[in-house]
Nanobody
């Protein structure tokens, strides 16, 4: 059983920054492919970013590329999402997720796992960006 707990959400102004953290309870965190998703009010959950088991590869949605940065510290069982140049459209509940079926990263030429393919999810943390 893997438990994920997000923190760091809150209120920011457009152009500001927030850093989200996701702490995992599992003892094999190093092997997890980790992702961040978000869900705005009345919208479907969408992919934001993901990172391989050792942080060697990162993946970003076009909407956040160049503004957000994902990282992980396996010694602390924690993955981070640094969000810069925030926009009102970034307002959403942000979720941390773990995918355990992959070998820690995508196969060559492979597609990112879809929302339903992640194995564990955190409770979410609210991010609100004002104009």
């Amino acid at each position: 059983q893997v438990q994920l707990v997000e923190s760091g959400g809150g209120l920011a102004q457009a152009g500001g920054s927030l850093k989200l953290s996701c702490a995992a309870s599992g003892r094999t965190f190093r092997s997890y492919f980790m992702g961040w998703f978000r869900q705005g009010s009345g919208k479907e959950r969408e992919f934001v970013s993901a990172i391989s088991w050792n942080g060697g590869r990162t993946y970003y949605a076009d909407s956040v590329k160049g503004r957000f940065s994902i990282s992980r510290d396996n010694a602390k069982n924690t993955v981070y999402l640094q969000m810069n140049s925030l926009k009102p459209e970034d307002t959403a509940v942000y979720y941390c997720a773990a995918e355990l079926k992959l070998g820690g990263d995508l196969p060559i030429g492979g597609d990112l796992p879809k929302t339903g393919e992640y194995d564990y999810w955190g409770q979410g943390t609210q991010v609100t960006v004002s104009s």
